[in-house]
């Protein structure tokens, strides 16, 4: 019979495992990258462009050089390699060279025995500006033609028309990632012209490959370690200090530490692109859609960073998970001095959805038909091609699935409003209950899982069996997710042996796990632990003669044949595997193709509480219904969707960097407001278990889903609440009354 | 709390060209296999249902399975499941077995019991390495929605829409076995050789 395992192994996939991390981090115990030391440490400290475009005239670096207790002052003149960085291209250069594109961009760095005296040399650095006009309007920017990339679509007919026309302009504001834990690294050069670098980041072979470049040294002087990060959201993808702590350490020969403060961290990481949407949906009388047409302008900042990647989202996401055969858009990443934008939890596809889901209500109140009634009339399903690219949708794809099943959660109760707490107004009694309306709204989006366009996407990892149990050596980075949990379930359950430990690996040990984002390491990291645990109980079982491997050892026919111990006696059981999605394709001169390696849908029903005369907005519950294709972890599932919900609802009633001529005067957690636990909404969901056709056990990615549809569906329910047209989240409080 | 099984055995073999329930694989039918699997269970009882013309019944040892008949197994699963159950005693859930499966283990069947919490979950499956199946358990208020006619598709319908628990069993689905090309599949993975497969 089988010889494979299955989860009657205690603390294997399907089971609500604890996390190792999470009691370390409730009591303050665990080590987050800021919280890293070593002997003879110096600290680093950033000198930055006041100015969101300015011509530096004059660097005077000697001031501060002279100060006591200093050690280095670096600027763009002592990067020994290659001077300029970048995921996509490397068009950032790595301090000011000449001329400052954004607020915040750095142009010197200081090492120093501690850091005050590091922030006092910033302040000592002779720099004098000439200020030029900066360029902060991404429509004056297409105009000009600063563009990163043009994603057309063209399918179908573009002449077609429908009896039935709705249009609409759209906007979407800057929403920060908001990581708890900011930017920091710490630094050790070897003594040997090479470095070691413990630092905040999504994916650490992707920051190496560009970090040697520019110290000028080989690929092996330099090896990146995973480290303790609070929070991530896309924020760490891109590089902020790694190169310049690295190029301090490797001057000083010391030990070199940075730590963004929150109002650095600001302009210090990537944020969600901001966007300015048109659309035009044209369906027959009876819903059924005929044409969609789009324009998608986002806000690129001074840099490329992910923007291309993230342009090819919203353009082939534009027309949601619909099926239209005519299909007209053209996406655009636009170059302006606006702090940098880059990769944020939905990636692009956030701010398609707000649009396509405004668009839905708009057109089904045109025709005089049920919102969610059009929206099933017109799902996509399995089988079906995107209505963008083409592409047939290979993967489980339960659009109108995830409508049922969250239209089947019951309403909350009516408003107590005798209860302040219940108030929009909250324990301040600023509200009169009888300005409160209750409103209710629906949103639905679909996303890609992993990376696209033809991006060679892998995973590595090493299982490794010994007499103590297994280790399983990966890159992929933990950000606060669960993945280390959930790689602990997969290879348990694959194996059959329950002492499981991860084992943080850096770039020298092991190969690249690629970023964690995409929605992506439970399916490709998850997808490498499967393969090679399942290599590693073929090959235990093969070593012992057994039918069934646990962790006394190999058995055959129920009796015990050899003990763990004799099995590893001469050597460890250890398999390394490369594991590879589906291969994805360029999209043709009409962005059609097969760009795609996996999809999944979700849906959101938020119920909201608005206080007219005040603009108040209280999210009383969202529920959700998403397409997960297998809990591998079910409390890890439902701290994720609760988690990204509530990044939803920021954005919808909260969250937005306020710029001006490029400068953010919010750059604090005092101005820049995040929902707290007070904010945060009651959620049910329902959770659809249709299996992926490669993700380990048919699980699906879940990370991004509960950010993209969370946030037209609030506004949707405001809308409701109050009869406004409110085409631009985040919803202030004069968008509400008016004034 | 009382789990019952029900072995769906009623089917006509249109495509194997002979009662596949019987067919010898190893040293026993093909049904046996699922029988005996039942048998070593902790499921608290077990039916075997069978078809009006019953040729099955004879060619295996029941054990402490009781027999049934589906006097009308064209109506589908369901009406071969509520035949099983009619001469079963009353029970919380009922576990589906299908007689041409005999890959499904004791174990698997206990695992699924084991796994399944009556108070979260209405029914419960296998998630194999490449998608659902067999065993399936319906807890009992949900039978009450599913018709007879439209069992298939309405029991997959409840096991989608839930709450369902799917236990994860890291290797292929059992084979559906139908054809004779199927029969020669469940030979290699069974580690037997069976007879050659009649020719047309």
């Known amino acids: 019979m089988t010889t494979d395992a299955d989860t009657r192994v205690r603390g294997g996939i399907g089971e609500s495992v604890k996390r190792p991390d999470g009691i370390p981090k409730v009591t303050g115990n665990f080590a987050y990258a800021s919280d890293l030391t070593a002997d003879g440490m110096l600290w680093g400290a950033t000198l930055r462009s006041p100015f969101a475009s300015a011509r530096l005239v004059r660097l005077d670096i000697s001031a501060a050089l002279a100060m006591p207790g200093v050690h280095a002052v670096l600027t763009q003149e002592d990067v020994p390699g290659r001077k300029t960085f970048g995921q996509i291209t490397p068009d950032q250069p790595v301090f000011v060279d000449g001329e400052a594109r954004f607020w915040g961009e750095p142009v010197a760095v200081v090492a120093a025995d501690d850091p005050e005296t590091a922030r006092l040399a910033v302040a000592a650095i002779g720099v004098e500006w000439e200020e030029l006009t900066p360029l902060v309007d991404m429509e004056e920017a297409l105009a000009g033609d600063e563009v990163f990339r043009h994603a057309p679509v063209r399918r179908g007919d573009p002449d077609a028309r429908g009896e039935v026309v709705v249009e609409g302009y759209y906007e979407v504001g800057m929403q920060d990632q908001a990581p708890l834990g900011t930017e920091a690294g710490l630094a050790i050069p070897d003594g040997e012209g090479g470095v070691d670098l413990w630092v905040t980041s999504q994916w650490t072979h992707e920051d190496h490959d560009q970090i040697w470049r520019s110290l000028g040294v080989e690929p092996d002087q330099v090896r990146q370690h995973p480290t303790g990060i609070g929070g991530a959201f896309g924020a760490r993808e891109d590089m902020s200090l790694h190169i310049h702590v690295c190029l301090m350490a490797l001057r000083t020969g010391r030990p070199v530490k940075m730590v963004y403060n929150r109002q650095e961290s600001f302009p210090g990481h990537v944020h969600r692109h901001p966007g300015r949407l048109w659309y035009r949906h044209e369906a027959t009388a009876d819903g059924t859609l005929v044409r969609m047409e789009a324009k998608v302008i986002l806000d690129g900042g001074a840099y490329m960073d992910t923007t291309a990647a993230v342009v090819s989202n919203a353009t082939y996401f534009a027309a949601g998970p619909y099926k239209v055969d005519n299909v007209v858009v053209d996406g655009y990443g636009v170059r302006t001095n606006n702090p940098p934008t880059g990769a944020m939890r939905g990636f692009g596809v956030v701010q398609v959805c707000f649009a396509h889901e405004t668009q839905m209500d708009r057109l089904a109140a045109e025709l005089g038909m049920d919102p969610l009634e059009l929206r099933k009339r017109n799902a996509l399903a399995s089988g079906d091609p995107m209505?963008?690219?083409?592409?047939?949708?290979?993967?489980?794809?339960?659009?109108?699935?995830?409508?049922?099943?969250?239209?089947?959660?019951?309403?909350?109760?009516?408003?107590?409003?005798?209860?302040?707490?219940?108030?929009?107004?909250?324990?301040?009694?600023?509200?009169?209950?009888?300005?409160?309306?209750?409103?209710?709204?629906?949103?639905?989006?679909?996303?890609?899982?992993?990376?696209?366009?033809?991006?060679?996407?892998?995973?590595?990892?090493?299982?490794?069996?010994?007499?103590?149990?297994?280790?399983?050596?990966?890159?992929?980075?933990?950000?606060?997710?669960?993945?280390?949990?959930?790689?602990?379930?997969?290879?348990?359950?694959?194996?059959?042996?329950?002492?499981?430990?991860?084992?943080?690996?850096?770039?020298?040990?092991?190969?690249?796990?690629?970023?964690?984002?995409?929605?992506?390491?439970?399916?490709?990291?998850?997808?490498?632990?499967?393969?090679?645990?399942?290599?590693?109980?073929?090959?235990?079982?093969?070593?012992?003669?057994?039918?069934?491997?646990?962790?006394?050892?190999?058995?055959?026919?129920?009796?015990?044949?050899?003990?763990?111990?004799?099995?590893?006696?001469?050597?460890?059981?250890?398999?390394?595997?490369?594991?590879?999605?589906?291969?994805?394709?360029?999209?043709?001169?009409n962005g059609q193709g097969d760009p795609h390696a996996d999809f999944a849908v979700a849906a959101h029903r938020a119920v909201v509480d608005v206080d007219t005369e005040l603009g108040l907005v209280r999210v009383v519950q969202v529920d959700t219904a998403q397409d997960i294709g297998l809990a591998l972890n079910p409390q890890s599932v439902r701290g994720q969707i609760e988690g990204g919900i509530l990044q939803g609802v920021g954005l919808a009633v909260m969250e937005e960097l306020i710029l001006d001529n490029g400068v953010i005067l919010n750059a604090s957690f005092t101005d820049y407001l995040l929902p707290t636990f007070l904010d945060a909404p009651d959620v049910e969901m329902a959770l659809i278990e249709e299996p992926s056709p490669w993700g380990p056990f048919g699980a699906k990615g879940i990370g991004e889903p509960p950010t993209i549809s969370s946030t037209p569906a609030v506004v949707a329910a405001i809308r409701n609440a109050t009869g406004l047209e409110l085409n631009r989240v985040p919803i202030r409080p004069q968008d509400i009354t008016g004034t | 709390m009382i789990v019952v099984g029900v072995i769906v055995a009623a089917g006509e073999s249109n495509r194997m060209g002979r009662l596949k329930q019987l067919i010898e694989v190893g040293d026993r039918p093909m049904l046996q296999w699922v029988i005996d699997a039942a048998e070593a269970s902790r499921l608290d009882q077990v039916a075997v249902v069978t078809g009006p013309v019953d040729t099955v019944r004879s060619g295996v040892r029941l054990g402490r399975s009781v027999p049934a008949v589906n006097p009308h197994p064209e109506l589908g699963t369901m009406s071969s499941l509520r035949a099983g159950l009619a001469v079963l005693e009353p029970c919380d859930a009922v576990v589906k077995l299908v007689a041409d499966q005999p890959e499904v283990t004791?174990?698997?069947?206990?695992?699924?019991?084991?796994?399944?919490?009556?108070?979260?979950?209405?029914?419960?499956?296998?998630r194999y390495r490449d998608g659902d199946g067999h065993p399936l358990l319906i807890r009992a208020d949900a039978l009450a929605e599913i018709t007879d006619r439209e069992g298939d598709r309405l029991l997959w319908r409840l096991m989608e829409i839930g709450p369902t628990h799917r236990l994860v069993l890291d290797r292929q689905a059992p084979l559906d076995v139908n054809t004779p090309d199927d029969l020669a599949t469940l030979a290699v993975r069974l580690g037997h050789s069976f007879p050659a497969p009649p020719t047309a």
């Not at chain 1, 439970?522 to 039918?547: F, H, K, P």
Request: some cysteine; glycine content about 10%; aromatic content about 4%.
């Open chain 1, 387 to 589: 209505s963008t690219t083409g592409q047939i949708i290979e993967t489980s794809l339960p659009t109108v699935g995830v409508i049922d099943q969250l239209v089947a959660i019951p309403l909350p109760p009516p408003l107590d409003s005798e209860d302040p707490r219940r108030l929009p107004g909250g324990t301040g009694l600023t509200t009169t209950p009888q300005y409160v309306r209750r409103g209710v709204g629906y949103a639905v989006s679909i996303k890609n899982i992993a990376f696209s366009e033809a991006f060679d996407d892998f995973a590595e990892a090493r299982v490794v069996l010994d007499a103590t149990g297994v280790e399983v050596h990966t890159a992929a980075v933990e950000v606060g997710q669960g993945m280390v949990t959930v790689l602990q379930q997969i290879a348990r359950t694959a194996i059959g042996v329950e002492q499981v430990a991860i084992v943080p690996a850096d770039t020298s040990d092991i190969g690249s796990a690629g970023s964690t984002s995409a929605s992506r390491q439970t399916q490709m990291t998850g997808g490498a632990v499967l393969e090679a645990a399942r290599a590693v109980r073929a090959e235990a079982l093969e070593r012992g003669g057994g039918d069934d491997l646990t962790s006394e050892g190999v058995w055959l026919g129920g009796e015990l044949v050899m003990s763990l111990d004799d099995l590893c006696a001469a050597a460890p059981v250890s398999h390394r595997t490369r594991f590879r999605h589906p291969p994805t394709y360029e999209t043709d001169a």
């Open chain 2, 106 to 126: 004791t174990g698997d069947i206990d695992a699924l019991i084991e796994a399944w919490d009556p108070e979260l979950h209405r029914a419960a499956l296998v």
